[in-house]
């Protein structure tokens, strides 16, 4: 009876044979180790006695080891006894050609021998593939691998997945996909593996599915006001690549003008087309299609665009010019309807010195339903106000109101009045004499005119006057100088 326990660590695999020694037939063991490694085959031997004889020959019949003793000029053979009755045949740095049949023999007595099988393994190595690439749909495709390998390994299908490997469980050099579609299209792997290598060889093959668009609309209705940002959308699944392009009553449309034509690839074979309109005006109403068309066929999609009409402002009322006394309100009449956020209405005052914006629609805080107070550079302004639908209110006008005031009413037309304030309606004199303007620039011209006059008229008088100074002194001193040279010649003619 033989019994059999193997040791494998890093470096080595032993193999232990416990030979009951006896005439029956021998068993044949096996023992796998990589190239490289250190195989240690072991010969337990029950029966001790000094004439018992130990010996190991190779699968050539050449004698190993007798005993204790080496005799093999191979020095990466060598006897290991690590207990009485082992006798370990190990075998260094074990090659490819060390491969075959061991076998332990006992003597003298002539007993059967016990062999062992040496497997030196080759890590397993994908040597041709073949199956990969595109087919029409519905098509019958077979994947296949080979691989060799010591031992021979054996061929698993995997696919992946959503970046995941599904085993298929199927074994074998071939994969039979029946019938070619969407769902079994995809990246295949196959994977040889051996018995006792822990060295996988994988190999990945490639799977393409060929179609004729198709079209899914995700909204085939769109509702949309006039003059709004509108887009859109289809998805478009196919392969190969096709021709993606957006129609209307007949008419291709282009990324040209208000609309913008484009395309994203969002998944395997899946595209996502768009239509973007800038700005929706009526004409863009309507029934759209989106197309795709490849040399397998051709797909489309229809989407309907509809909406209300955008409202056309309409001036209701306009501002007249004004003539109020000092201290009365004063109302200008701007009443418009449909006046929408894209239509912005402002009101301006332009007066001798500036000219500055009292109020625009967006800024508007309703405090009831028929009046608002009005907000100007983000401050709460109580001089103005507008009633109802824009009309401008401006409370106890002074000389500092007067000007030009205007509606501006955004893409449409300038509507524009005066205002005027007098003291008394009563007197024309009076409204002559003081109907002016706060700061007039002709005024402030002729003012600094005469400063300019008055400062030159005293800048020549001080000149004249000191040149009248420097005259005089200058007389005098002559005087002096001749009163002195008189002096001396006097004082001369007395000597």
């Given at each position: 009876m033989i019994t059999t326990d193997m040791y494998k660590d890093t470096l080595s695999v032993t193999v232990v044979f416990m030979l009951w020694l006896s005439r029956g037939v021998p068993s044949l063991q096996m023992v796998q180790v990589d190239v490289g490694e250190t195989a240690e085959l072991v010969c337990i031997v029950e029966i001790t006695g000094s004439n018992i004889v130990v010996e190991w020959y190779s699968k050539l019949d050449e004698l190993l080891t007798q005993n204790n003793e080496v005799k093999t000029q191979d020095r990466r053979f060598s006897i290991r006894r690590q207990y009485i009755k082992e006798w370990v045949l190990s075998i260094n740095n074990v090659r490819n050609s060390d491969a075959g049949k061991y076998e332990c023999r006992i003597g003298p007595v002539e007993y059967k021998p016990y062999s062992v099988e040496l497997i030196v393994s080759r890590p397993p190595e994908i040597t041709n593939t073949s199956g990969p690439?595109?087919?029409?749909?519905?098509?019958?495709?077979?994947?296949?691998?080979?691989?060799?390998?010591?031992?021979?390994?054996?061929?698993?299908?995997?696919?992946?997945?959503?970046?995941?490997?599904?085993?298929?469980?199927?074994?074998?050099?071939?994969?039979?996909?029946?019938?070619?579609?969407?769902?079994?299209?995809?990246?295949?792997?196959?994977?040889?593996?051996?018995?006792?290598v822990k060295q996988t060889a994988t190999a990945a093959l490639?799977?393409?599915?060929?179609?004729?668009?198709?079209?899914?609309?995700?909204?085939?209705?769109?509702?949309?006001?006039?003059?709004?940002?509108?887009?859109?959308?289809?998805?478009?699944?196919?392969?190969?690549?096709?021709?993606l392009y957006w129609m209307q009553n007949g008419r291709r449309i282009d990324s040209a003008g208000s609309y913008v034509v484009s395309s994203q690839e969002i998944g395997r074979y899946t595209h996502l087309l768009r239509l973007s309109i800038e700005i929706l005006s009526y004409s863009d109403y309507g029934e759209y299609q989106c197309l795709a068309e490849n040399e397998h066929g051709k797909d489309a999609g229809k989407i309907t665009l509809s909406g209300e009409q955008k409202k056309k402002?309409?001036?209701?009322?306009?501002p007249r010019d004004l003539v109020v006394t000092v201290g009365e309100d004063a109302l200008f009449n701007c009443s418009v309807l449909h006046l929408s956020a894209d239509d912005r209405l402002?009101?301006?005052?332009?007066?001798?010195?500036?000219?500055?914006?009292?109020?625009?629609?967006?800024?508007?805080?309703?405090?009831?339903?028929?009046?608002?107070?009005?907000?100007?550079?983000?401050?709460?302004?109580?001089?103005?106000?507008?009633?109802?639908?824009?009309?401008l209110l401006i409370r106890t006008a002074n000389f500092s109101d007067e000007g030009l005031y205007t509606c501006q009413i955004g893409g449409h037309e300038n509507l524009s009045a005066t205002l005027n304030v007098i003291v008394s309606k009563d007197s024309d004199t009076v409204c002559q004499e003081y109907h002016q303007e706060p700061f007039n620039l002709n005024t402030t011209l002729v003012v600094v005119c005469l400063v300019v006059i008055v400062l030159l008229l005293v800048t020549i008088v001080v000149i004249i006057l000191v040149c009248r100074f420097w005259a005089r002194?200058?007389?005098?001193?002559?005087?002096?100088?001749?009163?002195?040279?008189?002096?001396?010649?006097?004082?001369?003619i007395n000597q």
């Open positions: 690439g595109s087919y029409v749909l519905d098509s019958r495709v077979v994947l296949s691998c080979a691989a060799r390998g010591i031992p021979e390994p054996v061929i698993s299908w995997l696919r992946v997945e959503n970046h995941q490997l599904i085993d298929l469980n199927v074994k074998g050099n071939n994969y039979v996909i029946d019938s070619l579609n969407l769902s079994t299209a995809g990246v295949y792997e196959c994977h040889a593996l051996a018995r006792g490639e799977v393409h599915v060929l179609f004729a668009p198709i079209i899914k609309v995700p909204y085939q209705e769109v509702l949309q006001e006039e003059g709004k940002w509108t887009q859109l959308s289809c998805l478009v699944t196919v392969n190969p690549k096709a021709d402002a309409v001036v209701v009322s306009r402002v009101w301006w005052h332009r007066s001798a010195n500036e000219t500055k914006k009292l109020f625009e629609s967006p800024s508007l805080k309703r405090t009831s339903k028929k009046t608002s107070e009005l907000t100007v550079n983000g401050l709460e302004n109580a001089k103005h106000d507008v009633i109802g639908q824009y009309n002194r200058s007389r005098k001193d002559v005087e002096y100088t001749h009163s002195v040279q008189l002096n001396a010649k006097v004082v001369k």
